[in-house]
C-alpha cells in the first residue's frame, strides 16, 4: 500500500544550489499536485498536473519548475535555492476531474542556509 | 476568489465531544473535505461531504454543512488522545480538480 511515496524525506541544501524533489504514486492517478507548508500558512499549491503531458500554476509558482515525467511521477525543481524556499513540501494526487479527494505523501522537509 | 476560514486552536478532554468550524466564500463549491494530520506525516483524508448534503456521519466523526451560512463543522464524539493533530477543511470548486485548504485547527486532547 505504498499510495504516494516522496524522496527525499529531508534535505539541507545552501542558498543557490539546485535541488530535485521526486514524487511518485501507484494508484493510477491522472492528476498530481505539488504543495508548501509553512507555519500558520497552511497548504498552497505551487503547480498541479491535471493529466499527464499538462502542467499548470498554482498560487506559489515564483522560484520552481515541475516535470511530469510519466502518469506516475511529477518532480518538482528548485533551480536556486533561498531561504524563503525552506518548507514542508507535500506531493498529492487525485483520479482528476472535479471533486476527487487527493492523497497526500507523507513530505519532503527542505531547509536553505 | 475562494477563502477558507478555520479556528487555529481546540482544546478538549479525552471523552469530550470535539467540534471543528470552518467557513468558506465561493458558493460554487461541490464537494468540502476534512484531512487529518498528525505530527510529521502527510495529510490523511478523513471525510468529504458534496454540497447538496446537509450532514454526513461516519462512526465517530459528524459532519455538518449549512450551505446557507456557508459554514461547515466536524464533530469528533468521544474524542481520544489518539484524535490530537491538525485538521485541515478544503472546498472543491466546480470544473476545477484544484483544492482550497483553510489554515488548519489544531487539536489538543488531554488525559
Known amino acids: 500500500n505504498a499510495g504516494v511515496t516522496q524522496t527525499p524525506k529531508f534535505q539541507v541544501l545552501k542558498t543557490g544550489q539546485s535541488m530535485t524533489l521526486q514524487c511518485a504514486q501507484d494508484?493510477?492517478?491522472?492528476?498530481m499536485y505539488w504543495y508548501r507548508q509553512d507555519p500558520g500558512m497552511g497548504l498552497r499549491l505551487i503547480y498541479y498536473s491535471a493529466s499527464e503531458g499538462t502542467t499548470d500554476k498554482g498560487e506559489v509558482p515564483n522560484g520552481y519548475n515541475v516535470s511530469r515525467l510519466n502518469k506516475r511521477e511529477f518532480s518538482l525543481r528548485l533551480e536556486s535555492a533561498a531561504p524563503s524556499q525552506t518548507s514542508v513540501y507535500f506531493c498529492?494526487?487525485?483520479?482528476?476531474?472535479?471533486?476527487?479527494?487527493?492523497?497526500f505523501g507523507d513530505g519532503t522537509r527542505l531547509s536553505i542556509l | 476568489g475562494e477563502d477558507v476560514e478555520q479556528s487555529l486552536f481546540l482544546s478538549v478532554r479525552e471523552g469530550d465531544s470535539s467540534v471543528i468550524n470552518c467557513t468558506y466564500t465561493d458558493s460554487s463549491s461541490t464537494y468540502l473535505y476534512w484531512y487529518k494530520q498528525e505530527p510529521g506525516a502527510g495529510l490523511q483524508l478523513l471525510t468529504y461531504i458534496f454540497s447538496n448534503m446537509d450532514m454526513k456521519q461516519d462512526q465517530r466523526l459528524t459532519v455538518l454543512l449549512n450551505k446557507k451560512d456557508k459554514h461547515l463543522s466536524l464533530r469528533i464524539a468521544d474524542t481520544q488522545t489518539g484524535d490530537s493533530a491538525i485538521y485541515f477543511c478544503a472546498e472543491s470548486l466546480s470544473g476545477y480538480s484544484t483544492l482550497t485548504f483553510g489554515k488548519g485547527t489544531m487539536l489538543l486532547v488531554s488525559p
Open positions: 498529492a494526487s487525485s483520479d482528476g476531474g472535479n471533486n476527487q479527494p487527493q492523497h
Open positions: 494508484m493510477n492517478h491522472n492528476s
